[in-house]
């Protein structure tokens, strides 16, 4: 079983940035693929991007037009999510998650961490 903790979280006004860590634990393997996800209030989980380990290739959604970017440090066994000029409907709370299979949809990671809160004000 794979332990994800974020952080990185907090309050922001439009136009910031903010780093999000993703920090794993216990049984880790090469060959995963861990995930950044939010969630806002009254709205479905959704998909942001994924990284795979073994590779460094990332994945991102349609929607993020450059503004955010997902890396990974494997000796510290994080993943990082940048987020630049950020807006109050990125308000939500960040999730991160892992799996070892394929996809990206909530049903595809296995493992989730508590999830880190983001708040932009305008």
């Known amino acids: 079983q794979v332990r994800l903790v974020e952080s990185g979280g907090g309050l922001v006004q439009a136009g910031g940035s903010l780093r999000l860590s993703c920090a794993a634990s216990?049984?880790?393997?090469?060959?995963?693929?861990t995930g950044w996800f939010r969630q806002a209030p009254g709205k479905e989980r959704e998909f942001i991007a994924a990284?795979?380990?073994?590779?460094?290739?990332?994945h991102s959604a349609n929607w993020l037009k450059g503004r955010f970017t997902i890396s990974r440090d494997v000796a510290k066994s994080t993943v990082y999510l940048q987020m630049n000029n950020l807006q109050p409907e990125d308000t939500a709370v960040y999730y991160c998650?892992?799996?070892?299979?394929?996809?990206?949809?909530?049903?595809?990671?296995?493992?989730w961490g508590q999830g880190t809160q983001v708040t932009v004000s305008s």
């Open positions: 216990g049984r880790t393997s090469s060959n995963r693929i």
């Open positions: 990284i795979a380990w073994n590779s460094d290739l990332p």
């Open positions: 998650a892992d799996h070892t299979g394929f996809g990206y949809t909530v049903a595809d990671f296995a493992s």
